[in-house]
């Protein structure tokens, strides 16, 4: 049987995932990744069931390795940012597992990204090639790269983050949008927290303003509690996962916050600091060749937690109808039914990231986290 030659822009999340997918699924993939090789920045990624079902399908050695060093949130909590009245609490452990046949993980970015490429040949993941320019072919596309080197495919997927280089060249140069919101990014040792309540449950303290929140959660199995805070900033424009805040800044945004919370923050030795971009929902992620997925596609606010979890999905959808295709001619229906299976659940999601009221007062998550993309295409 012939296979597809397929190449994947970028060794994220969503492309590692589409390429282990498309592999087990008889295609010829290769990835092309811009920087020199995998770097340990960033810090959690929140996988709620329906992105860890989607994992799981990857194979037993990935949903072991994510298992190895993740930590698993007993619930999902809501709180009032001052008085801390409690709105709402949902069971997630064991009780997720048997109700969505996956539990909630939140784990190092990096730790899923080494479990991801550690289910996919590393001579396959070609470093140091950043996409340059696309040129689009009747049956397939070129893509070239600040290398000079170019390769010829069946089919190109652009899973090069939110900065897409393959979107611009399908799209036009439309750039992601300011929210006028910053986050803060920080990990204190769960040791020095002790008496804090919660501490193994994901918590969301709901601020005064939509913009305003403080989420916290355990992270590398529990050893370490991970706090993800955000607020209105206008004057911070810089998208960074490397750039440090001031700890002072964090305490002092958040300072009539209930003590349950503020606890947290003085426990902070350092923090890094990044503005907030988003982008509209795109009516069409494919044209002839060419398909986006994850945050090329759609990149979102961070208020459901789905940024991960919707590029795992859209990578084992786009190999589920790619399974059978050997010719290049029947890629762009595959592409069409894609489309059509996925633009709708991500564009409610990533309207309602921005609308930030996600399980605030409670709520059946279930057409969420009970999603499953093995089963769909
Ligand atoms: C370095 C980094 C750290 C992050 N840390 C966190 C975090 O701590 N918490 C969190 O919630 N989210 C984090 N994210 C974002 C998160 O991974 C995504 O929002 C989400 O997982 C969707 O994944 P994705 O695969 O679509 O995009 P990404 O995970 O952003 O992956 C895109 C990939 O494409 C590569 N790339 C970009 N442009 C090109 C190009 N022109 N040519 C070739 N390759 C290219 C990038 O280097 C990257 O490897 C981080 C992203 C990056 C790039």
């Known amino acids: 049987m012939s296979k597809l030659k397929i190449g994947i822009a970028g060794a994220g999340i969503g492309g590692l995932a589409a390429a282990i997918a498309l592999r087990e699924m008889g295609q010829d993939v290769v990835v092309f990744e811009h920087t020199k ?30 298992r190895r060093t993740a930590a698993r949130p007993t619930h999902r909590i809501s709180r009032t940012w001052d008085n801390g009245e409690e709105t709402s609490r949902l069971e997630m452990g064991d009780t997720a597992e048997q109700k969505y046949g996956a539990p909630q993980l939140t784990i190092h970015r990096a730790d899923l990204l080494a479990a991801l490429a550690a289910a996919f040949p590393a001579e ?7 996409v340059e320019h696309i ?10 790269f600040d290398d000079g080197s170019s390769h010829k495919l069946d089919l190109l997927v652009g899973a090069d983050g939110i900065h897409s280089a393959v979107r611009s060249a399908m799209f036009g140069q439309e750039r992601p949008r300011f929210t006028g919101v910053v986050a803060y990014r920080a990990v204190v040792p769960a040791e020095s927290l002790a008496g804090v309540p919660n501490l193994q449950a994901f ?12 989420v916290t959660f355990p992270l590398n199995a529990g050893k370490d509690i991970f706090i993800f805070a955000t607020t209105a900033q206008e004057s911070w424009h810089l998208e960074s996962w490397t750039t440090q805040g001031s700890v002072q800044e964090l305490r002092d945004s958040y300072a009539g916050f209930h003590p349950d919370a503020r606890v947290l923050l003085d426990a902070c030795d350092e923090v890094l600091k990044t503005a907030l971009y988003e982008r509209d929902p795109l009516p069409a992620w494919a044209s002839g060749h060419l398909v986006v997925l994850g945050d090329a596609a759609h990149p979102m606010m961070p208020f459901m937690a789905q940024g991960a979890g919707m590029a795992i999905e859209d990578g084992v959808v786009l190999a589920r109808v790619l399974r059978g295709v050997t010719q290049s001619g029947g890629i762009p229906a595959a592409l069409r ?3 059509e299976l996925r633009i709708e659940r991500t564009s409610k999601i990533q309207l309602g990231s921005r609308g930030n009221n996600w399980l605030r007062e409670g709520g059946n998550a279930d057409w969420v986290y009970g999603y499953d993309a093995w089963k769909v295409a």
């Not at 329906?50 to 949903?63: E, F, I, Q, T, Y």
């Not at 396959?124 to 950043?130: I, P």
């Not at 040129?135 to 070239?144: H, K, M, R, Y």
Request: no cysteine; net charge negative; glycine share 10%.
């Open 37 to 66: 090789q995998f770097l340990r920045v960033g810090a959690d990624i929140n996988l709620t069931p329906n992105a860890v079902r989607a994992l799981d399908g990857l194979g037993a050695d990935v949903a072991a390795a994510v």
């Open 124 to 130: 396959r993941v070609l470093f140091g090639k950043h």
């Open 135 to 144: 040129q689009a072919e009747e049956q397939g596309a070129t893509v070239s």
């Open 203 to 214: 918590t969301k303290w709901w601020g005064p303003t939509p913009e305003s929140q403080i």
């Open 337 to 339: 039914r894609f489309e």
